[in-house]
């Protein structure tokens, strides 16, 4: 959300709100705690915090929780930044801010990089995500983050790109091409596999990988990954 393009939407979000009269309320920060992992959520409430003081100090009147443990955090963190006796923060007119066109099409991130990790990190949630949609499930927590339709559509997305782009490129230089993505699929399973352990469903799991690599093999961008995967439901 630091991000050049990611900074000029949000701050330009909470000017067009607040010049309406209306709330403006931030996103959602997807790490999640987990009751059986002190670690994990001594994590995910330190970076929810972070996330949620960045949005009350740029004039946001509130967000939302992937997590009920999570609401806490945001109340403390906002209930100190609203000056006493307001629940909202509407007066912020936030007239400082200058958000031209060019600059929420600037997609370009400080020190970004296409690495090896972050392409199969895509494959993975992915397919998990799309095996848990056929199943019916809309919300799932992977990798102690809380994703939902969206993130299949990023990861999807990206990994198309980067097959259909010349540019698509890992930092050791190799070229991001199909029949690589194809080579990592059936190990990120493997990974998937010995990870949910009993609870596998093979159907599903195969089902996923073979809409996600359609999804990603296509000349074509799919418009929206749900639209053809309503054909598939049960």
């Not at 990206?158 to 097959?163: D, E, N």
Request: charged fraction near 25%.
């Amino acid at each position: 959300m630091t991000a050049p393009m990611m900074r000029a939407y949000t701050e330009l979000m909470v000017q067009t709100c607040h010049k309406r009269g209306a709330h403006a309320i931030g996103g959602m920060a997807a790490f999640i705690p987990n009751r059986r992992d002190a670690e994990v959520t001594r994590v995910a409430l330190a970076k929810v915090k972070e996330d949620k003081e960045r949005e009350a100090q740029d004039g946001f009147d509130g967000s939302w929780v992937a997590h009920p443990d999570l609401v806490q955090v945001c109340t403390d963190v906002f209930s100190k930044v609203f000056e006493e006796g307001k629940v909202n923060q509407i007066h912020r007119l936030r007239e400082d801010v200058q958000v031209t066109p060019e600059m929420m099409l600037d997609f370009k991130i400080p020190g970004g990089k296409i690495t090896e990790t972050g392409l199969r990190n895509n494959i993975s949630v992915g397919i998990q995500y799309i095996s848990a949609w056929l199943k019916g499930t809309g919300a799932v927590a992977i990798f102690n983050l809380m994703e939902d339709a969206a993130t299949a559509e990023i990861s999807r997305s990206q990994v198309w790109q980067w097959i259909q782009h010349s540019d698509g490129k890992l930092d050791d230089g190799r070229q991001i091409t199909l029949e690589m993505v194809q080579t990592m699929i059936p190990e990120e399973l493997t990974k998937i596999r010995e990870a949910y352990g009993k609870v596998y469903d093979e159907e599903k799991m195969n089902q996923a990988t073979d809409f996600f690599t359609s999804l990603v093999s296509g000349d074509n961008y799919e418009e929206f990954f749900t639209i053809r995967a309503y054909d598939q439901l049960d």
